[in-house]
């Protein structure tokens, strides 16, 4: 049995979580987290489910499952490292710095976990095709759509698809346009972010040569397709012994 511990379990992926972790045969919800749950938010949860506070004793919790904010996933990780338990951080925004502080100390305890920017299949394959084909497409722009609540702009998944392009750049020619990016500028990759209502989460890659173009791209209809990625890095994290970045890494 899996025992899980839920943060943000008020938001819209938080709430999928704890359907889809309490409809599983191998898993157990023990506590939820939320700085703002109400007697409201518990009393649609079962009795044995607890708030999780400083003083609730989760010692016997397996994995920390993060979809808060940027400001309080990473002190969320920390206290889920130093309980021993296995961080699953599906909250996107940490900075490098923050993701190598936590990678140091998740090894310092010896504990493995995992920082997905995008729980959806066809974003993470989205991800590995954009970075075999910039061998051989170095000029490529990322588009990221999405719904108009989202807060940080551009994406984790836009962003990690970007650095992972540009990684397969060092063994490849480079790109001849260097025009200003209309949005943001990740690692010589321009990004650009649409937020509107009626998206849900959305992206594309281009990649231009001569005399051609490559079109890469995913769309997420509804959010029971993360739902798949997160059970498989709740059964799959404590198989790793190091904190790794993307979903890709249990697959």
């Known amino acids: 049995m899996i025992n899980v511990v839920i943060a ?3 938001g819209a992926m938080g709430q999928a979580t704890v359907q ?3 409809n599983q045969a191998d ?3 023990v506590a939820v987290f939320d ?8 009393t649609q949860l079962p009795d044995d489910v607890a708030l999780w ?3 609730v004793d989760v010692t016997a919790a397996d994995v920390w499952i993060d979809f808060t904010t940027v400001e309080a996933a990473y002190h969320n990780a920390v206290l889920a490292i130093q309980h021993g338990i296995h961080p699953i951080i599906g909250t996107s925004g940490l900075t490098p710095q923050q993701q190598q502080e936590l990678q140091q100390q998740a090894v310092t305890a010896h504990l493995g976990g995992l920082i997905v920017p995008n729980f959806g299949l066809s974003a993470v394959l989205l991800m590995k095709f954009a970075q075999e084909a910039a061998q051989y497409f170095p000029d490529a722009e990322v588009i990221e759509y999405h719904h108009g609540d989202k ?7 836009a962003s990690a698809t970007a650095h992972l392009i540009a990684k397969s750049r060092q063994n490849a020619p480079q790109p001849t346009v260097h025009n200003e990016a209309r949005g943001a500028d990740i690692d010589d990759v321009p990004v650009h972010a649409v937020r509107l209502p009626g998206l849900l989460a959305h992206e594309e890659v281009l990649f231009g040569g001569s005399g051609e ?3 890469i791209r995913q ?26 970045i993307g979903l890709d890494k249990v697959l």
Do not use: C, I, W, Y
Not at 35 to 42: F, G, K, R, S, Y
């Open 219 to 244: 769309d997420t209809m509804d959010r029971s397709s993360f739902m798949t990625g997160v059970l498989l890095a709740t059964r799959k994290v404590a198989t790793l012994n190091e904190l790794q």
């Open 27 to 29: 898993m157990k919800l």
């Open 35 to 42: 700085p703002h749950a109400t007697t409201a938010d518990m």
């Open 151 to 157: 807060p940080d702009a551009p994406s984790g998944t």
């Open 20 to 22: 889809t972790v309490r």
């Open 8 to 10: 943000g379990f008020r």
């Open 213 to 215: 173009l490559l079109t």
């Open 53 to 55: 506070t400083t003083d």
